[in-house]
């Protein structure tokens, strides 16, 4: 009996970890970068009144600063470039802990609707949840008057802890729902730069630590995200690393699996040397970040239409 008992509540607090948030806040979020923690956290945007633009969404919990090189790279190409800071990213620590995906993603396609309205053509860029975003984007757009010319998602993760796919980002992360009745964060901190990183990886900026709700508010989105890949009907470039140390790589093959195959074109890449940094953030690599741009350009001009085109 008292292993029965035992073991009814083990799998009872299996059970309870096991990823099931509901975001409850439905506030808009407005946009106010006098919080903003440094110059460097702030939006970039290139805005020269052209046919086409390029949205970039960034990461978590990151900010613009990823895209430094990218918008610029962008503007030079001909397209403008708008890569927004996400509210309470940036700003301060108190106020990103109120704040969930649903926000996020929320104000990200109030501003892409902004934009879809104004340009002939806009493309959507994004690196890590940004990735994730640009998928979701193309999921509710595709097949609208809305819809995106073209998506780009690098190091995109659509699954957290998943043992149907065999991906296992933080095994510690099941016991989240039980650690967030008790705190929010676990070592969070203003990070205004990595000196202990390098190929410049060690500009980044952001916040550091765990986030308890708000990580388990980002990996519950992903499991819709996952189910509505089938939804995008527009052309599609998807890169990532092998040794990514953040998103599992097996990510990849995962969206490869629901996309349809005619508008799909992905690249796999292994970066060479002894790198101080993740293998993540692919367009901040100073090592990289040329030849991904260049691949990225050729993509929105329409140079890989086909999946015979595919690269690797």
């Not at 949205?55 to 895209?67: A, D, R, S, V």
């Not at 890949?229 to 995962?254: R, Y």
Request: charged share 25%; net charge positive; aromatic share 14%.
């Amino acid at each position: 009996m008292v292993y029965f008992v035992l073991l009814l509540l083990l799998f009872l607090f299996l059970n309870w970890n096991i990823p099931f948030y509901r975001d409850k806040n439905k506030e808009i979020l407005m946009s106010d970068e006098s919080k903003c923690f440094s110059d460097d956290a702030k939006s970039i945007i290139y805005d020269k009144k052209r046919d086409e633009a390029v949205l970039l969404i960034h990461g978590f919990p990151t900010t613009p600063k990823m895209y430094t090189y990218a918008a610029k790279r962008l503007d030079e190409a001909g397209y403008d470039a708008y890569a927004p800071l996400i509210p309470t990213f940036g700003s301060n620590i108190e106020d990103f802990e109120k704040t969930n995906y649903t926000q996020w993603f929320n104000y990200i396609s109030s501003y892409y609707e902004n934009l879809r309205k104004r340009y002939k053509k806009l493309y959507v860029l994004g690196i890590s949840m940004g990735g994730a975003m640009t998928l979701n984007i193309g999921e509710k757009y595709s097949n609208t008057p809305l819809a995106p010319n073209r998506l780009v998602a690098i190091s995109a993760p659509v699954a957290y802890n998943n043992i149907r796919y065999g991906i296992f980002t933080n095994i510690k992360a099941m016991l989240a729902p039980t650690l967030s009745l008790f705190v929010k964060n676990i070592g969070a901190k203003i990070v205004y730069s990595r000196p202990e990183s390098n190929d410049g990886n060690e500009e980044w900026n952001g916040y550091g630590g765990v986030f308890i709700k708000q990580g388990l508010s980002l990996s519950k989105a992903f499991d819709k995200i996952r189910k509505d890949l089938k939804k995008i009907s527009v052309p599609m470039f998807v890169m990532h690393d092998k040794n990514d140390q953040t998103v599992p790589f097996k990510n990849l093959a995962v969206i490869e699996k629901y996309c349809h195959d005619y508008i799909y074109v992905k690249r796999e890449v292994e970066m060479k040397g002894d790198f101080k940094h993740s293998h993540h953030s692919l367009l901040m690599y100073k090592s990289v970040q040329k030849e991904y741009m260049d691949d990225i350009i050729n993509f929105l001009r329409g140079d890989y239409d086909r999946k015979e085109t595919k690269l690797h």
